[in-house]
């Protein structure tokens, strides 16, 4: 059953009441529903808590201009109303900056990460790739850019044979308000500097996930990322793009599992 902060974020809670906290951050132009195809083992172990992030899905727009520290203080508000004390923070893309954020700005209220397909320094033509498109969906709006994110996205085998899959993730980034997009997109562009060489430095237990064919977000920078992390953990995925978990879930699952073990006192999940 999904609920409402005071600020407008919907959020919904399911899995057993234990002490551990998972909250899923999910990417640009997306909702929290992208985590519907994760196995549900992980429920039987945590708290699971996914939500839309401001500007998307059922969450209120932005009454300012949207930034990581906008965000970062969204994951605070929505940990204070719901009475967590510490949290484990999975971020997917634009949602992997937003915790690395986080953790720089509440470092206290973090357990672990788990950083998945997020961005760090761009070579030049990757930056001006993603200018490009920050600009065409100011032009044009956010279904301007569905086509091409689909291909980067998924592996053409996949596309052929998902087309309900493909379809829901269409609607969800041409639902994006398009007066909003635009300027979380500039986000994703714009704002790596301050989550690059973190101050203070992220110190607690993280898993960086990346797939080895995410041109846009890929093994190098998963390697910087992690080589910034003192207690990191660094996994790429084989022949998948930029939606690995979506494509091969039980894979990213198991993956997750693994490494998540050690915030529970069970032997295995």
Known sequence: MSSFTPKGTKFQLRGVARDKILIFVHGLGLKGEMWQWLPKELEQQFTIITYDLYGHGESLLPK???????????????MDHCN?????????SLGGMIIRRFAQ???????????????????????????????????????????????????????EENPMIINKVKEWIIGNDPSIYPKIYKIL????????????PISCPTLVITADQDYGNGPEM???IAKEIDQSQLHIIKNLKHMALVEDPNQFGSILRKFLRQFTKIGSI
């Open 64 to 78: 300012k201009t949207p930034s990581l520290r906008m965000f970062s203080d969204q994951i605070k508000e929505l």
């Open 84 to 92: 967590f004390a510490k949290i484990i923070l999975v971020g997917f």
């Open 105 to 159: 700005d509440f470092p206290e209220l973090v357990e672990g990460l788990i950083i998945i397909n997020s961005p760090h320094t761009r070579s030049k033509e990757q930056q001006e790739l993603i200018e490009a498109r920050v600009s065409l969906s100011q032009q044009s709006g956010p279904a301007a850019t569905v086509s091409a994110a689909i291909k980067r996205w998924f592996s053409e085998k996949f596309e």
């Open 189 to 200: 562009a714009y704002d790596l500097e301050e989550i690059i060489n973190p101050q203070p």
């Open 222 to 224: 998963s390697k910087k």
